[in-house]
Nanobody, 112 residues
Framework: QVQLVESGGGLVQAGQSLRLSCAVS????????MGWYRQAPGKKRELVAR???????TYKSSMKGRFTISRDNAKNTVYLQMNSLKPEDTAVYFC??????WGQGTQVTVSS
C-alpha cells in the first residue's frame, strides 16, 4: 500500500507564500502521475496541479503563474510551491498518485 503524508500547511496573510510537501512511501520515479487537489469548505474537490514521471506539468488556469509543482525523486517527495496566496486559496490540500492513494490533507488558510 502506497502511503502519502502531506505537510507545510498553515495560516498566512494574503500575498505570502507556502511550500507544501508530499512524502511518498515508494519510488516516485515509477509512478506515472503525481499531483495535488484541494477542497474548500462547502466546495467540490478540484485538481490543482499534476506532474508526470517525465516532468511535464499542468495547472488549473486560476493557479497558473502562482503555483508550481515539482518532484525530487531522490527524496521521494512532491512539492507544491504557492506564491501570492489569496483568501480564495483557503482549503485542505491533498496529495495523490491518481490511482488509489490519498494523503490525509494539510490545511492552508489565507487571511485578508
Amino acid at each position: 500500500q502506497v502511503q502519502l503524508v502531506e505537510s507545510g500547511g498553515g495560516l498566512v496573510q494574503a500575498g505570502q507564500s507556502l511550500r507544501l510537501s508530499c512524502a511518498v512511501s515508494e519510488s516516485i520515479s515509477r509512478i506515472d502521475h503525481m499531483g495535488w487537489y484541494r477542497q474548500a469548505p462547502g466546495k467540490k474537490r478540484e485538481l490543482v496541479a499534476r506532474i508526470t514521471s517525465g516532468g511535464t506539468t499542468t495547472y488549473k488556469s486560476s493557479m497558473k503563474g502562482r503555483f508550481t509543482i515539482s518532484r525530487d525523486n531522490a527524496k521521494n517527495t512532491v512539492y507544491l510551491q504557492m506564491n501570492s496566496l489569496k483568501p480564495e486559496d483557503t482549503a485542505v490540500y491533498f496529495c495523490t498518485d491518481f490511482r488509489v492513494s490519498w494523503g490525509q490533507g494539510t490545511q492552508v488558510t489565507v487571511s485578508s
